[in-house]
């Protein structure tokens, strides 16, 4: 199913909202605002300053007195892998009937940023939650500070990184909208989610080993790897246990990378000893399975669809010629099955595949992109402690919380269900791209004029 933003914006009476993203187009969001007759409704944005200098717009511009906009304050930048942004790509929206005075919430979160481009020339992803019922405030005393909590703990994860906006690298104005969305938050009801909130915010982390007896999720420092690998190592060895009871193992089933930026990782040994491990645990084997990174090459976006989509997002150069090794793990973008192969891809995911390519033993949907600055890197000399750049946002999908023993991707399940994949899986069938590529800048100035510096 494909949304635009007019369809998030009908799915129940909406009295208030809250977007928090990198980049932002303020007249295209009021516009779709008033597309839809809720122009009057309150509209807190949160965003990364850097994106949008609001000076460059007209300041008495009407969405400039409906949209209450709060750029974010970042820490300082360390070093060339701690260079902390807004990145996160989350809406909240909060919904009344005056008829009824019934309440409740949806979260939703994406890979787009606020922008026409972005909603209307790249292939993106989005979760959006069912209705989340608020109880009224005359009931909240007597409630149990657990209520509404789904069993991925949900409503843990997104009340501790609601709560990073509050440390002292913020926009003090932003008080008034973080304060009045926790309420709502601590409100609802989150019983029925089945997905895993995975988030990070900018920081310095101390490093703790994940170990068997002690595996269980926690959120207390919103770090992207950290919670990736307490949930695997808590889960995966149920799902394995299972596949292994059909006759399959999924212990080497390949990790899929699928990105719109490549970052800097200079010698091959520090994805493969940091990220993949993380991706790959289970409770008792550390598996090193094979790791693909779908990326479009430059000749895939000279074929694209829509003349009018910003190529220079992929461009990936200058950091090459310090890992070459990426070359033998990149795979071209493909979704024939879909329809959307000439259609740029801004999503981000990755997931654990079946070599036959039918079966998923977890799929994240993520603003995250490839790089150190959104997964985190080692801080420390002695690996005790670690710096995560950037505020990110995704959804987990395990098998377990969905009653099935794995995800069916083109055949159904057990269940009767197949998981919703964009892209093709074929990964023995796509071949490798070694030749005209985003690094190979002659080419790329021959396939479009956009080159950033």
Known sequence: MFYFPTDLLSLGPLKESLHMTFNISPAWLWEQYKLSNLENSKIDVWYDKPYLDVRRYDENAIYFTTLNM??????????????????????????????????????????????????????????????????????????????????TKFKATLLAYLQHYSNDHRNPDIDESLNRWVQHVKRANFEHIRVVLIASAPGIYKTEPVMPENCYPSSKDPDNMRIVQEYFCNSHNIITKTLRGDGISSINWPIIAQTS??????????????????????????????LWIIYPSAEDYQQRELPNDLGGLFYYSTQHQQQLWIEQHLLRWSAERTGRTKIMPLIKSYCRVSPNSKLLSWFLLTSACLTKNAWGCPYSQDNTRRAVG?????????????????????????????????YDLNLYGIPHFRDRCFWDKDYIKSVHTYIPN
């Open 70 to 151: 709060f750029n974010i304050i970042l820490p300082p930048s360390m070093n060339d892998h701690y260079k902390p942004s807004h990145h996160s790509r989350m809406s909240l929206f909060y919904y009344r009937d005056d008829n009824t005075s019934k309440e409740f919430i949806r979260v939703a979160v994406m890979t787009a940023n606020l922008t026409y481009d972005e909603w209307n020339t790249h292939n993106q992803g989005i979760w959006i939650s069912p209705k989340c019922e608020l109880l009224s405030t005359a009931h909240m005393a007597a409630i149990h500070v657990a209520y509404g909590e789904s069993t």
């Open 390 to 422: 950037n505020y990110e946002m995704g959804v987990l999908f395990l098998p377990i919380y969905f009653g099935d023993n794995y995800f069916a991707i083109q055949d159904v399940n057990e269940n009767g269900r197949a998981f919703p994949f964009m």
């Open 261 to 290: 930026k490549i970052g800097k990782f200079g010698p091959e040994d520090v994805i493969f000893e940091e990220l993949l491990p993380s991706l790959s645990t289970t409770r008792c084997v550390q598996a090193k399975p094979n």
